[in-house]
């Protein structure tokens, strides 16, 4: 799987969006981009995934470079629950699903 | 809806001991299924994971082993526990569809080993 490099912690304000950068730049054609969060003490929850065209769900949007070598995830108006570990791992469909986690970026979000 | 069970929650065992964790699956058939740790403050590491009945990757050499006896259960297991066996042990499944693993990976709850 190819790595990737996430800010080790960052703050956001609530009620103001969080952007959470992602460096993949060895990312292969047929990976896909994931991102899961882990609040503490629980498991971890899937987010969002694309390939390469931008995503938008019910909790976040998946921003990827044209180039596909890095990413943003934004949460576009943080509460205090969304303060977490949001890691984002690269993987393809004929792993077994093997996800390989990294360190992740602790988001913490203020009052 | 599915839905993923793990338990017991919270385990306390003496070094040297034995050890299963058990994990079920509702709601869908053929899953792939997953066993993760994660130590202290560190990110989580993939241990085993299962494409069907009987079949097993290990992922990291240790002294756990896992096993499928049926579609939606998963065990994990060691017969000798050590002190550095301790963490947060995570349970996960993921769809299969037309021979396609997906990675939406949906966890359990999790259950929390202390070896003394």
């Known amino acids: 799987d190819a790595k990737t490099t996430q800010p080790t912690s960052m703050d956001c304000a609530e009620g103001r969006a969080a952007n959470l950068p992602c460096n993949h730049s060895t990312i292969s054609g047929n990976e896909y981009v994931y991102w899961y969060r882990q609040i503490h003490s629980q498991g971890p929850q899937y987010i969002i995934h694309?390939?390469?065209n931008n995503e938008t769900n019910e909790m976040a949007s998946l921003i990827i470079t044209e180039d596909r070598k890095s990413s943003t995830l934004i949460l576009p108006h943080a509460t205090l629950r969304d303060t977490a570990v949001y890691y984002c791992?690269?993987?393809?469909?004929?792993?077994?699903?093997?996800?390989?986690f990294g360190q992740g970026t602790e988001l913490s979000v203020k009052p | 809806s599915q839905t993923i069970h793990q338990w017991p929650a919270t385990l306390v065992q003496p070094v040297g001991s034995p050890l299963s964790l058990e994990c079920t699956v509702e709601?869908?058939?053929?899953?792939?299924l997953y066993w993760y740790r994660q130590a202290a403050g560190r990110g989580l590491q993939l241990l085993f994971y299962s494409v069907g009945i009987g079949q097993i990757s290990s992922e990291v050499p240790q002294n756990l082993s896992a096993s499928r006896p049926q579609d939606r259960q998963f065990i994990l297991s060691s017969k000798k526990l050590l002190l550095s066996d301790s963490g947060f042990y995570l349970c996960?499944?993921?769809?299969?569809?037309?021979?396609?693993?997906?990675?939406?990976?949906?966890f359990g709850p999790g259950t929390r080993l202390t070896v003394l």
């Open positions: 791992i690269v993987s393809s469909n004929n792993q077994g699903g093997k996800l390989i």
């Open positions: 996960a499944w993921s769809e299969e569809r037309g021979g396609i693993s997906y990675n939406e990976q949906f």
């Open positions: 694309g390939l390469k």
């Open positions: 709601g869908t058939s053929n899953p792939n």
